[in-house]
């Protein structure tokens, strides 16, 4: 945030003001009428949806952005990796909304122009392709483990393996379709013993990543776009991921 120093004169009219009272009043003023600069930074990603049309996911939310991306293998959509567009402007009282709708207009257009139709379609066949089934076997060995542990934790560790499994096409979609029926079913089995709270809950994600060194590293954060952030950043140099965890805390 900025204000530009002839502005704060102007409304100051050079006097002294004493009061935090005058000075938190004088500051409102200022940002009614546009002195205040404010930054507006979106998210986006370009897709094919599946009447081969070209559409534009934009948020102010990252974290919307890469749960978007994180679905679209259920689906076979190819989508376009995370960009952002940031401005920083004056902001007139009423207009905040316009602008960021602006924004997200400037963004679209940059990704309209760098991703083309054909780009994607000549993805399409590779995204459509099923797994292979390579890691079924150890899979299920797990889950029939699991499912005597009756631990939530370990089934929430389960579905995380089954889901990196899928995106990864080492399992078809009708195996994971089959381990999933089989998870819901010991979910219902367990419902009888969930505690329903309405205290306040926060939820953590954690990674394991394995760099290029060989070094294995836990990361947590209460934030899910930092966790694959960091997942996109050790990928980049070399190294590997497992799936996201998360946990919820109830204080």
């Known amino acids: 945030m900025t204000i530009r120093l002839e502005q704060i004169a102007s409304v100051f009219d050079g006097s002294v003001v004493n009061k935090d009272l005058q000075i938190a009043e004088d500051f409102s003023k200022m940002a009614e009428m546009g002195y205040i600069d404010k930054e507006f930074?979106?998210?986006?990603?370009?897709?094919l949806d599946t009447g081969s049309s070209m559409r534009y996911i934009i948020s102010?939310?990252?974290?919307e952005i890469y749960r978007f991306i994180e679905s679209c293998p259920y689906s076979n959509t190819g989508v376009s990796p995370v960009r952002f567009h940031t401005e920083i402007c004056p902001v007139p009282s009423g207009y905040e909304a316009d602008i960021a709708q602006q924004v997200k207009i400037r963004l679209a257009k940059e990704l309209q122009a760098s991703y083309k139709k054909d780009l994607f379609l000549g993805l399409q066949p590779l995204v459509s392709i099923d797994g292979n089934d390579s890691v079924y076997a150890i899979l299920l060995e797990w889950l029939e483990k699991a499912e005597d542990l009756f631990d939530k934790d370990i089934l929430f560790a389960f579905e995380g393996l089954l889901d990196l499994a899928y995106k990864k096409k080492l399992l078809t979609k009708r195996s994971l379709g089959e381990c999933s029926q089989r998870l819901r079913k010991i979910h219902k089995q367990m419902e009888d013993d969930m505690i329903m709270s309405d205290t306040f809950e926060k939820n953590f994600y954690g990674v394991a990543t394995l760099d290029a060194a060989g070094d294995l590293k836990y990361t947590v954060?209460?934030?899910y776009a930092s966790i694959v952030d960091h997942i996109l950043n050790v990928q980049e140099q070399g190294g590997v991921a497992g799936p996201i965890f998360w946990l919820q805390f109830t204080p």
């Open 41 to 47: 930074t979106m998210f986006g990603a370009a897709f």
């Open 60 to 63: 102010s939310k990252k974290d």
């Open 221 to 223: 954060n209460a934030q």
